[in-house]
């Protein structure tokens, strides 16, 4: 419903209220905003997601932390990347170009990246044969190298496979 509002304001304004929320609770950080695409209506999260557009999700994903993170707490982007399906989440290998990957999949966490998120959780599916907390090039080259982002990434719950791996893909 935030998504098809289109508008700011409001998105800026429920951030808050969350990050308000979270203060009352001595809550530190809210895993949010959700900011994957919507690929399919079956997708069991897609209710928190913005929209199926990037720049939409981006903008409003960047609002929304804006407005929680105005209350001091912090906001943790998820899922990176190319989480956008539940089907076999924790199997699927999302086999994507690179141009594609930028332009579409992480334009929404180059956009929360800039707008000040305190960390991002990684997903738990494969992307391009890499478990997404284990997967350097997007972690490393791209979040940290190319965008400077250097506030945490964590994995999802249950999204790490091998510790080296994680820890040398930067996670």
């Given at each position: 419903a935030?998504?098809?509002?289109?508008?700011?304001?409001?998105?800026?304004?429920?951030?808050?209220?969350?990050?308000?929320?979270?203060?009352?609770?001595?809550?530190d950080a809210v895993l949010a905003p959700n900011i994957n695409l919507a690929r399919s209506p079956l997708a069991g999260r897609a209710f928190e997601y913005f929209s199926e557009d990037p720049l939409l999700a981006g903008v409003l994903g960047a609002t929304w932390i804006g407005g929680l993170q105005s209350t001091g707490t912090g906001a943790v982007a998820k899922h990176l990347v190319c989480n956008d399906s539940e089907t076999d989440r924790d199997l699927v290998n999302v086999q994507v170009d690179e141009r594609?990957?930028?332009?579409?999949?992480?334009?929404?966490?180059?956009?929360?990246?800039?707008?000040?998120?305190?960390?991002?959780?990684?997903?738990?599916?494969k992307v391009n044969g890499h478990w997404c907390s284990e997967n350097s090039h997007v972690l490393t080259d791209i979040v940290k190298g190319e965008w400077g982002f250097d506030m945490l990434i964590m994995s999802d719950w249950v999204g790490t496979h091998s510790g080296e791996g994680c820890v040398m893909a930067g996670l």
């Open positions: 935030l998504g098809a509002s289109w508008d700011v304001d409001t998105v800026r304004k429920v951030g808050n209220v969350v990050g308000s929320d979270a203060v009352e609770r001595k809550i594609t990957l930028r332009e579409v999949y992480l334009l929404p966490f180059e956009m929360a990246a800039e707008a000040g998120c305190a960390g991002m959780l990684a997903a738990y599916n």
